[in-house]
C-alpha cells in the first residue's frame, strides 16, 4: 500500500466508491482508448486516415483487449506512460491499419483528453451527491430555525441566535459552492486536446482544427480556442473551486466538532450500537464522522496547491510540473466526495441536544443580553451612557460571579424608568433574534430556487457520461 486510497482498511474514510472508480487503472485505459477510438473514426471520416483503417481501429479499442499487467511492465522498460497502449492499439489493428493508430497526434492529447474525461465524471458525482446534501441541509434549517443556541466570537459567548441560522449560513455557502461548479461549464474548463507535437496540428494536413472539434464534440468535451498543452489555469480552476467547497465542509465538521465537546453539549454525532470511541475508554463516544470530515481538508489544500505549480511549465511541455495533475486530481476529488457523503449523512442524523443549547444560553446570568439592554436602555439615557452603565455592572459580575442581571437592577439609572420585570423580557433568547427568520427563509427560497434552476445541463452531459462507457 502506497496511498490510503489504496487501501482496503481505510479507502472508505478517504474516498467514495463512485470516485474510486472513475480514477481506477480501468477506467483510465478505457478513456484513453475511448480517445483513441474516436480520433481513428473521425481521421478515417474525413479523410485523415483510410476509412477502413480508422473503423478498424474504433473496433479494437476496446479495455477487454489489453492486459494491465504487459501494459505495466512495457511502461517500464520503455519509461513511457502511454507506448505500450500504443503498441498494443496497433497489434490489434493489423498491419495495415495499425499504421495509422495514434495518427497526429502527441502523447500528452490523448492523457490530458482522458484526464479530463475522468475529472468530468468526478465533477457529475460531486455536483449529484452535492444536490443531495443541499437538500438534507435545508430540511435541518426549516427543522432548527426557531431553536435558540448562544452565538460565540472568538471562541466566547455572545448573543443568542437559533441552530437554524447556524445551519442556513452553512447551507447559503454550500449553495455558492454549487454555483461555482455550476459555472466552471460557463467557463468551458471540460475542454480535450487533439493538437499535436507542440499544439499547431502540423501533423495533420490542414485539417487538424476540424478533427479536433469533431472528437471533443462527441466525448462531450469542450474545444479550445488554441493548445492548452502548457497552459493548465483551467485545472487550477477546477481545483480552486474544489478546494473553497472542502474549505466550508471542513469549517462544518470542525464547528459541530466543538459544539460536542463534553462541557459544551449542544450536538453529538450518529452514533450506531456497537461503535467504539476508545480501545482503553469503554465510555468513550469520540467525534470520528466529524473529525474525518474536518481532517480532509488539509489534505485537499495542499492538492490544490499542487495544481497551481503545474502552472509554471517549461515551453510547450513539460512532465516536471505536468504529473503534479495525476497526483492531485484524483486525491481532491476522492477527498471532497468522502468529505460531502459523510457530511450528508452527519447532518442527517445529528443529534441535536436543545435543552442544553438552553442552559448553555443561561450560563451568564443574563450577561448574553447586554446588547440587548444596552439599545433599550439607550432609548431612555443614551447608547453611550447606557453603555458604560451595562460595561461597569456586566465586569462586576464577571469578577463577583453575581447575577449580571440582579447586579444591573440595582442600579438607579435602571430602576427608575424600568421594571425587574422588563429586564427578564429582554434576557429571553426568542425576543433577541432581530431577523433572523427572515434570513433564514430568504437562504432557503434561494437553495430551492437554484436546486430547481439547475444550471447543469443533464441531458447535454450525458454524452460525456456515455463517452467512456460506450466503446466498451
Known amino acids: 500500500m502506497s ?19 472513475i480514477w481506477s487503472d480501468h477506467n ?105 446534501l443541499i437538500e438534507v441541509l435545508t430540511e435541518q434549517v426549516q427543522r432548527y430555525r426557531e431553536t435558540p443556541m448562544i452565538g460565540r466570537t472568538h471562541g466566547i459567548q455572545a448573543i443568542p441566535i437559533t441552530f437554524g441560522f447556524k445551519l442556513a449560513v452553512w447551507l447559503d455557502e454550500l449553495v455558492r459552492s454549487y454555483q461555482r461548479l455550476q459555472t466552471l461549464i460557463d467557463h468551458q474548463v471540460f475542454v480535450g486536446s487533439i493538437s499535436g507535437a507542440v499544439g499547431t496540428y502540423a501533423a495533420f494536413g490542414g485539417d487538424g482544427p476540424a478533427v479536433e472539434k469533431e472528437v471533443l464534440t462527441r466525448l462531450g468535451l469542450d474545444v ?51 461503535e467504539v470511541g476508545s480501545s482503553t475508554m469503554p465510555q468513550k463516544r469520540n467525534p470520528a464522522l466529524l473529525e474525518g470530515l474536518a481532517s480532509l481538508t488539509q489534505p485537499v489544500f495542499s492538492d490544490v496547491a499542487l495544481i497551481h505549480q503545474s502552472m509554471l511549465f517549461d515551453g510547450e511541455r513539460d512532465a516536471i510540473h ?76 464577571i469578577e463577583q460571579h453575581r447575577n449580571f442581571l440582579e447586579m444591573l437592577y440595582q442600579r438607579e439609572e435602571v430602576n427608575h424608568y424600568f421594571k425587574r420585570s422588563d429586564l427578564d423580557e429582554w434576557a429571553k433568547a426568542e425576543n433577541d433574534l432581530g431577523n433572523i427568520s427572515q ?21 447535454r452531459d450525458q454524452v460525456s457520461r456515455e463517452a467512456i462507457t460506450a466503446k466498451e
Open 322 to 397: 505536468w504529473r503534479n495533475e495525476w497526483v492531485a486530481l484524483p486525491e481532491i476529488t476522492n477527498y471532497l466526495d468522502a468529505q460531502i457523503v459523510n457530511a450528508t449523512y452527519i447532518l442527517s442524523e445529528l443529534n441535536v441536544n436543545e435543552d442544553q443549547m438552553k442552559k448553555n444560553i443561561a450560563l451568564q446570568g443574563g450577561l448574553p443580553f447586554a446588547e440587548k439592554i444596552m439599545f433599550e436602555l439607550g432609548t431612555i439615557i443614551g447608547k453611550q451612557t447606557a453603555h458604560e452603565v451595562i460595561y461597569e455592572s456586566a465586569m462586576t459580575a
Open 28 to 132: 483510465k485505459l478505457q478513456a484513453q482508448l475511448v480517445v483513441e477510438a474516436t480520433l481513428s473514426e473521425v481521421e478515417g471520416e474525413l479523410g485523415v486516415i483510410p476509412p477502413e483503417a480508422g473503423e478498424q481501429i474504433a473496433q479494437v479499442a476496446k479495455v477487454e483487449n489489453f492486459d494491465l499487467d504487459a501494459l505495466v511492465r512495457e511502461s517500464a522498460e520503455k519509461r513511457h506512460s502511454l507506448i505500450a497502449l500504443i503498441h498494443r492499439l496497433q497489434y490489434l489493428a493489423g498491419e495495415s491499419a495499425g499504421e495509422f493508430v495514434h495518427f497526429g497526434v502527441t502523447t500528452q492529447d490523448i492523457v490530458d483528453t482522458g484526464i479530463m474525461l475522468q475529472t468530468k465524471q468526478a465533477f457529475e458525482v460531486i455536483l449529484e451527491h452535492t444536490q443531495k
Open 224 to 274: 479550445p480556442n488554441i493548445s492548452w498543452q502548457s497552459s493548465r489555469d483551467r485545472l487550477s480552476e477546477i481545483a480552486e473551486v474544489l478546494g473553497i467547497y472542502s474549505g466550508t465542509l471542513g469549517k462544518i465538521g470542525h464547528e459541530l466538532f466543538n459544539l460536542m465537546k463534553t462541557e459544551v453539549n449542544e450536538v453529538t454525532e450518529p452514533f450506531k450500537k456497537g
Open 439 to 459: 434570513r433564514i427563509e430568504l437562504v432557503v427560497k434561494n437553495a430551492g430556487r437554484v436546486l430547481t434552476k439547475g444550471a447543469w445541463d443533464l441531458e
Open 3 to 21: 496511498s490510503v486510497l489504496d487501501s482496503k482498511l481505510m479507502e472508505g474514510n478517504f474516498s467514495t466508491p463512485e470516485i474510486r472508480e
